[in-house]
Nanobody
Framework: QVQLMESGGGMVQPGGSLKLSCAAS????????MGWYRQAPGKQRELVATITISGSTNYVRSVKGRFTISRDNAKNTVDLQMNNLKPEDTAVYYC?????????WGQGTQVTVSS
């Protein structure tokens, strides 16, 4: 079992940047896939970005070129650098760990992009 806690959310103007961090309660060195998801009001939770144990990344089309996911196994953290934010990025962002056995989720952090 691993507990995840997101931080770094807030309100930002369109075109601004935020960096989200996910802190894990134990080592993530052997966790195959870490990821970020988001859920906007009235919508389903969707994949934003994933990063595998080998460092391979995938992004939803709408954030490609703007968001960067990274993992620091030594610090047990997964970050999401978000640049050129748009109003449609407004959502609660959740950290996810896929251990191959179970999916684990954090509580989420709110990101609001508004002028």
């Amino acid at each position: 079992q691993v507990q995840l806690m997101e931080s770094g959310g807030g309100m930002v103007q369109p075109g601004g940047s935020l960096k989200l961090s996910c802190a894990a309660s134990r080592s993530i060195f052997s966790i195959y896939t870490m990821g970020w998801y988001r859920q906007a009001p009235g919508k389903q939770r969707e994949l934003v970005a994933t990063i595998t144990i080998s460092g391979s990344t995938n992004y939803v089309r709408s954030v490609k070129g703007r968001f960067t996911i990274s993992r620091d196994n030594a610090k047990n953290t997964v970050d999401l650098q978000m640049n050129n934010l748009k109003p449609e990025d407004t959502a609660v962002y959740y950290c996810n760990a896929d251990t191959g056995q179970n999916d684990h989720w954090g509580q989420g952090t709110q990101v609001t992009v508004s002028s």
